[in-house]
């Protein structure tokens, strides 16, 4: 049994080191292609930028963002506060840049629950098939018949409030449409013959499933998280605005703009940069999921 | 013993009213050793009786016997050791996201074999290709190598029958012929048995012993290689089809 196993790591070994540089080679394709276009290099560039601010929050923000500062409080942007102030005297755009970790946490998170769950729900349902295919895809329906925001809300509301418990939520709504195009992707492979083949081989079903069905639906899932990131953050966004998200100290993009609507109509900075903030992250997830989706479909070329 | 034997299989669709008979009651024995060929036109089912003695398809009734056990009795491994099979399309046959490496080492994976560097190796040596193809993917292979490819994972776990789904019909005539002749020459080596299913009698009469015409889902008749050439059939479609097919080639 040893000197079995010892032998297939002898086999596999310049393997991996090949795939290793495949992927590699892959991934430098895939970036020069992503920056050849200027919608998804504009993406591609945004994200960036919300990846190092978020990793560089402190040395980018030139205040703590929970500093109170009352005889400071609502002050238009100028030199000192770019962005100006809030109603508690709080820098805006030192909230801002600490507010790229909260988003990018609820999207990370957000997209290693959804994934998964949503690859392994929807490639066994295609190809198992028979009543198995038919209950699951009926949950998912049940999922996608309501609108994602009011179902967070209703996880929330059953929850209680709070970050955690708001990117449960959004989880919860956000896996049916990868099931479905799993689905859909692996009944169109599992007539293959490569799966006949692999079946007389005597692979098991959980074998062809990870090894040769998850492989080829990976691309197309990957860019429809992409593309789901970007509603991600509108929900949280949604669901922060709407007092249920993460709660007020934080400095959250939604809950900022909920505390500034009252004060919106003289102190327009207040709501203003927060929802510029979301847009331009939602819009550059769109449009990396759009450059993605040119890159990896075949189909498409 | 007969490697295999068909009794009585036959597959309907559909129920009540709209239940159609696909194939109906094909009986047919192969001996070990021995080549058989299943001849005929495009939706004869010839394909459908492969696919059901390779268990990739499960609704029929009959009996379908391995070396005298019924593949509804044998453990799948011990069955999968015994029969495999080299698909018609070699564009389609390979994953296309797995190296040729991991198509041949995940057979000896499943069932626990032991050399497998080795193994791999003699493999692709024995379909007269060079090692160095291990670590290649199937987009960089032509498709003649890639049918070779799928001929050596058939192989791999050293079967006693073969199932061929036209081989060598997705191919350059000038590649039918090298791959005919190396499928030929393996059989010849391991003693194989082949169940060879074809449109080509051409191809059938180079390869097979045995043959079978099969019409609309029916197995009209069952003949030796012999009768080809002299075309006394005593069907009168497997006649035609004789005759058809001799005078293409003298056309050609």
New interface residues.
Partial sequence: MT??LL??Q???M??TR??QSLALRQLVSLFRELLGSPTSAFGLVVITILLLTALLAPVIAPYDPNIINLGNALQPPSAAHWFGTDELGRDILSRIVYGTRISLTIITIVSVIVGPIGLIVGTTAGYFGGWYDTFMMRITDIFLSFPSLILSLAFVAALGAGLENAIIAIGLTAWPPIARLARAETLTFRG???I????????SAL?IIV??IM??CLPSVLVRVTLSMATVILTAAGLGFLGLGAQPPLPEWGAMIATGRRYMLDNWWLVAFPGGAILLVSLAFNLLGDGLRDALDPKQR | MNAIEVRNLSIDLGFGAAKRRILGDVSFSVEAGESFGLVGESGSGKSTILRCIAQLLKAWEGDILIAGQSVRDMPFDEYCRMVQMVFQDPYGSLHPRQSIRTALQEPLRIHRMDRQVERMERALIDVGLNPDFLSRYPHELSGGQRQRVAIARALILEPRILLLDEPTSALDVSVQAEVLNLLADIRARRNLTYLFVSHDLAVIDHMCEQLAVMQHGRLVEIMSRDVLATGRASDPYARDLIQASLEYDQAV
């Fill in positions: 000197a079995n032998h297939s002898d086999a596999t310049p393997e090949r795939k293959a013959d490569y006949s083949a692999s079946r007389m081989q005597g692979a074998r090894k040769s492989p080829m």
